[in-house]
T-cell receptor, first 112, second 110 residues
Framework: EPEVTQTPSHQVTQMGQEVILRCVPISNHLYFYWYRQILGQKVEFLVSFYNNEISEKSEIFDDQFSVERPDGSNFTLKIRSTKLEDSAMYFC??????????FGSGTRLTVV | QKEVEQNSGPLSVPEGAIASLNCTYSDRGSQSFFWYRQYSGKSPELIMFIYSNGDKEDGRFTAQLNKASQYVSLLIRDSQPSDSATYLCALEAGRRALTFGSGTRLQVQP
């Protein structure tokens, strides 16, 4: 069964450092997303991406965040200057249509 | 603002029983509704989606939607210990971004 692949599975970074989280969506999917889940809290939408541009973003997705699809397979989330409160599980997802997101296994980001 | 409310639980049912999970939402413009299962430390896994009023069945799972009451539910028949997880209700209001509830923790007792 096709799956969304995320790397790394766990990243520890110092406050103020830049991190890049990587995702390989399912190959025939056209819509890509990033969500995050702070420990014990809700899954929160960050950004959606379609046709090589951001189609929607949440209030969380401020100037510190950016996304990129550098080639035909990867989809990345960059956090420019990490803060302690960025510590969370970050999930990439992709979909072919509105009725079935597939989530990756996630990257646990720990900011120290 | 879209809000999705779920009872955090835990909801405890004996093995073989029917588990009933409920979700209410505030945005009348919501069009599609999803139930995800999330095991501890894992990513959400889609169980079902529903967008029309009424019931939708898939194996042991039945989703029910009542747009007038702004209410979605998930029934799990013949509950198994492996069904023990957190069940997340989510909605999409036409823009593809999902708004999730905080989830209901289900415990199925052997």
């Amino acid at each position: 069964e096709p799956e969304v692949t995320q790397t790394p599975s766990h990243q520890v970074t110092q406050m103020g450092q830049e991190v890049i989280l990587r995702c390989v969506p399912i190959s025939n999917h056209l819509y890509f997303y990033w969500y995050r889940q702070i420990l014990g809290q809700k899954v929160e939408f960050l950004v959606s991406f379609y046709n090589n541009e951001i189609s929607e973003k949440s209030e969380i997705f401020d100037d510190q965040f950016s996304v990129e699809r550098p080639d035909g397979s990867n989809f990345t989330l960059k956090i420019r200057s990490t803060k302690l409160e960025d510590s969370a599980m970050y999930f990439c997802a992709s979909s072919a249509d509105s009725y079935g997101y597939t989530f990756g296994s996630g990257t646990r980001l720990t900011v120290v | 603002q879209k809000e999705v409310e779920q009872n955090s639980g835990p909801l405890s049912v004996p093995e073989g029983a029917i588990a009933s999970l409920n979700c209410t939402y505030s945005d009348r413009g919501s069009q599609s509704f999803f139930w995800y299962r999330q095991y501890s430390g894992k990513s959400p896994e889609l169980i079902m989606f529903i967008y029309s009023n009424g019931d939708k069945e898939d194996g042991r799972f039945t989703a029910q939607l009542n747009k007038a009451s702004q209410y979605v539910s998930l029934l799990i028949r013949d509950s198994q210990p492996s069904d023990s997880a957190t069940y997340l209700c989510a909605l999409e209001a036409g823009r593809r971004a999902l708004t999730f509830g905080s989830g209901t923790r289900l415990q199925v007792q052997p």
